[in-house]
């Protein structure tokens, strides 16, 4: 059926920016598909005189047979217009307002129709004001349905379901490229990667996640104009870097990004690193993303700070090898290089200081780990950092560190009944302690200091 659309949606059409509408009998969508919360949003605005569709990803997905994530709806009413109609709902949010209408299993998204015209007078311009970069700072200027479309992102992301007549308004020939698996900029690439530095990783991003390929005249500029990532917050950044390290797809997404140039914006003092396929790095990312998506898909926890935990690892070890050669202790080198290394990272993306402290403390624990005769094995496990910290041997083994079977041994200790794990806390005996002096900055009497961030 897809192919009948994708026929008469050309070139010419996508252009025009008016839509094709796809009624029922071309499209896989049923109004039960869509949440009962958000059909009933759509039906509210709609009965009050307002236009109104579910729109963007869950359209998306569900025309991909996928699970919609959540339902967004967009609207020509105002964010007050929106507010006046539902009771539970609030108006968010300065540079775009959006409203959140509050039902008891979900939160639907109202956004009101926006407009990307640059053209318009002056009163317009006043709300969309663009930096040098050409990248929009604020963007707040309510437009049509059309306007609204044009401003999207990518063609798959801009279809409009009608869940009340069932029809999708398609603006830029979504259905096509959603059949021949497609990532398609909307506009001219280049001007839209300016005002956004962001949808590169969104091309990226859902290239990944739905196996698509990406059009050649989409990723064309990509590479140059990966910079511009520089102009984007580090806060917002952060956020986009969970969305694509965290998506259960990240191996694959690391390597378009690193194909892009997008990585070494993000992680630069890793990227300088894994030019070589078969060096420890290369080899640590690799696994670390494998294990990761594997988690992920099987619905296990995984946090963002063992995820940044082993992309800085192998920047913290080099700068680490610098100060110990220099004749500092190894937790003292390894502390200061843990130090510097997040601070460089702060300012692209801006992980938060509960991820950063945890960081630190799985990366103090790589040097704990090793120390497990004694009482010292007992205390370890009952670290709240442990368990990341034993993954954490293990993915550095997986990639090639030579650590003595240390992962195998602690499988082993947690496996082990009370009378076995004194035992083989026993046998390391000696060898499990530290050879060289104890630091004198760390001393390490009490589990407390452990967790020293
Ligand atoms: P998902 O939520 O599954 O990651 P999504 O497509 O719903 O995917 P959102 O970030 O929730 O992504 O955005 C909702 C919609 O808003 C998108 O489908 C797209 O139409 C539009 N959009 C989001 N970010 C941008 C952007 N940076 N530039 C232009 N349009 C965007
Ligand atoms: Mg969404």
């Known amino acids: 059926m897809l192919e009948i659309i994708s026929k008469f949606f050309d070139k010419a059409k996508r252009d025009t920016g008016e839509p094709i509408i796809v009624t029922s009998q071309y499209h896989s ?25 579910v729109v963007g990803g869950a359209v998306r997905d569900l025309l991909l047979g996928l699970k919609a994530k959540d339902f967004d709806v967009a609207t020509d009413a105002k964010p007050a217009e929106v507010k006046a109609l539902f009771r539970r709902s609030r108006i968010i949010g300065r540079r775009f307002q959006i409203v959140h209408v509050q039902f008891s299993r979900e939160i639907i998204e109202v956004t009101t129709f926006r407009s990307n015209d640059t053209k318009s007078g002056d009163t317009r311009k006043k709300h969309r004001l663009q930096s040098d970069s050409g990248m929009l700072t604020r963007d707040n200027v309510f437009g049509s349905l059309n306007d609204d479309a044009s401003r999207r992102d990518l063609s798959i992301n801009a279809m409009y379901y009608d869940p009340g007549d069932n029809s999708i308004h398609d603006f830029a020939g979504g259905m096509a490229d959603i059949e021949q698996r497609t990532i398609r900029i909307m506009g001219d690439p280049a001007t839209r990667f300016r005002e956004d530095p962001v949808r590169m990783l969104r091309v990226v991003r859902f290239a990944a996640k739905l196996a698509f390929s990406i059009e050649p005249r989409t990723s064309k500029p990509m590479h140059k104009l990966a910079v511009n990532l520089e102009h984007v917050s580090p806060p917002r950044l952060f956020d986009e870097s969970l969305k694509l390290f965290m998506s259960g797809q990240g191996l694959a997404t690391f390597w378009l990004l690193y194909e892009y140039g997008l990585f070494a914006q993000m992680i630069p003092q890793l990227s300088g690193m894994i030019s070589d396929r078969n060096s420890l790095a290369s080899k640590l990312i690799d696994h670390a993303f494998t294990n990761t998506d594997l988690r992920i898909r099987s619905s296990k926890r995984v946090t963002p700070a063992f995820i940044y935990a082993a992309l800085l690892w192998p920047a913290v070890q080099k700068v680490a090898a610098h100060y110990q050669d220099r004749g500092n202790s190894p937790a003292y080198a390894l502390s200061k290089a843990a130090g510097e290394v997040i601070a460089k990272q702060i300012p692209i993306t801006a992980i938060p200081r509960r991820f950063t402290i945890a960081m630190r403390e799985i990366w103090d624990l790589q040097l704990l780990l090793p120390r497990r005769g004694g009482h010292r094995a007992k205390r370890l496990v009952e670290h709240p950092r442990f368990r990341a910290a034993y993954d954490f041997v293990l993915l550095r083994e997986q990639a090639g560190e030579e650590l003595d079977n240390l992962g195998d041994w602690w499988t082993n200790y947690q496996n082990a009944g009370e009378e076995q794990r004194e035992e083989m806390a026993r046998a390391v005996g000696d060898s499990g302690k530290n050879p060289r002096r104890r630091s004198r900055r760390k001393p390490r009497s009490s589990r407390g200091q452990l967790t020293d961030g």
């Open 29 to 53: 969508l049923t109004p039960k598909m869509i949440s009962r919360d958000a059909r009933k949003v759509v039906s509210v605005l709609q009965d009050a005189g307002y236009e109104a569709y």
